[in-house]
């Protein structure tokens, strides 16, 4: 009977040990957004975005692409952050939940102090997810976001 006992127990500890890491993982997430501004004017589209140009297009549907920047923060679920991506424009970023496949998110995009939108997303690892945003100012152009979960 005390053999079971220990036997079961010294299950019951190992369990535990091998399923802690997994909940720790899915109370934090790493969130990158990059600043890009995409064109009408033919051109090339700036080799840091070369992987994402094929969701730019299907989703922005510009003829070109350019870098302005980029900030990451990691955080915890729940919890709030912030990104300063460049050219006055930020994001305030709150995970909500986890369900171990994605990190459900609310982001407010700022220029200036001011809002320029709100959204809520599921961010999955390693999907990249694009929010359009407001003309930059230039002939065209628009701002946009693309946030990876890393």
């Known amino acids: 009977m005390k053999t079971n006992r220990l036997t079961f127990s010294l299950w019951l500890l190992a369990l535990a040990a091998a399923v802690a890491p997994i909940a720790h993982a899915a109370e934090h997430a790493r969130v990158q957004g990059i600043l890009i501004s995409a064109s009408n004017d033919r051109g090339e589209t700036d080799r840091r975005l070369s992987a994402y140009e094929p969701t730019l297009r299907r989703i922005l549907r510009f003829e070109s692409y350019r870098f302005l920047g980029d900030d990451t923060a990691s955080l915890g679920v729940p919890a709030n ?27 407010r995009w700022l220029k200036g102090g001011r809002t320029l939108m709100s959204t809520g997303l599921a961010l999955r690892p390693g999907v990249p997810a694009v929010i359009g945003g407001p003309s930059t100012g230039h002939k065209g152009d628009v701002y946009a976001v693309i946030l990876i979960g890393r």
């Open 81 to 107: 952050g912030h990104l300063s991506l460049g050219e006055g424009n930020e994001l305030e970023i709150q995970t909500e939940s986890s369900d171990g496949r994605s990190v459900r998110l609310k982001v």
